[in-house]
């Protein structure tokens, strides 16, 4: 779908209705801007599937540190409540959700994900938000 918008887009920008009419008439450079950002953003999607359809999915125990593919459990420190996060590569903020749980994936560059990794289960970790640090408890790793 979003393949299909970026052609529209383009062509919207080249179509002779989208010709200025007069000096200040900014239709086509828009149309111009927004067919150039969708074909990146095509492309950088294109470059995501890529990487994760080619990921090698690890196996970890209670006894391994987190890395990359991980699926982990923790507990927060400040509410007590739990989410399961996988670590991934790239793709990072993506939450899926069936019934009430609740699935996130986060990358090494956010600031839970570098706090995960090297912990074990049992392990406490924090990590920096705008609010001020934010510890949690590993409950399990898979």
């Not at 749980?101 to 938000?129: E, N």
Request: with cysteine.
């Amino acid at each position: 779908m979003l393949v299909r918008r970026q052609r529209d887009t383009q062509a919207a920008a080249t179509h002779s209705e989208n010709r200025p009419e007069h000096a200040k008439d900014t239709r086509a450079t828009e149309q111009g801007y927004l067919a150039r950002g969708l074909a990146a953003r095509v492309a950088e999607m294109k470059q995501t599937i890529d990487r994760l359809g080619s990921l090698e999915l690890l196996r970890f125990d209670a006894r391994q540190p987190i890395a990359l593919t991980a699926l982990v459990m923790l507990q927060d420190h400040e509410d007590g409540g739990t989410r399961t996060c996988w670590l991934v590569p790239c793709a990072g903020g993506v939450a899926l959700c069936q019934g009430d749980h609740a699935l996130r994936t986060l990358t090494p560059r956010s600031p839970l994900g570098r706090a995960l990794l090297g912990l074990r289960v049992g392990d406490d970790g924090a990590f920096p938000t705008p609010g001020g640090e934010r510890g949690f408890e590993i409950l399990s790793i898979a």
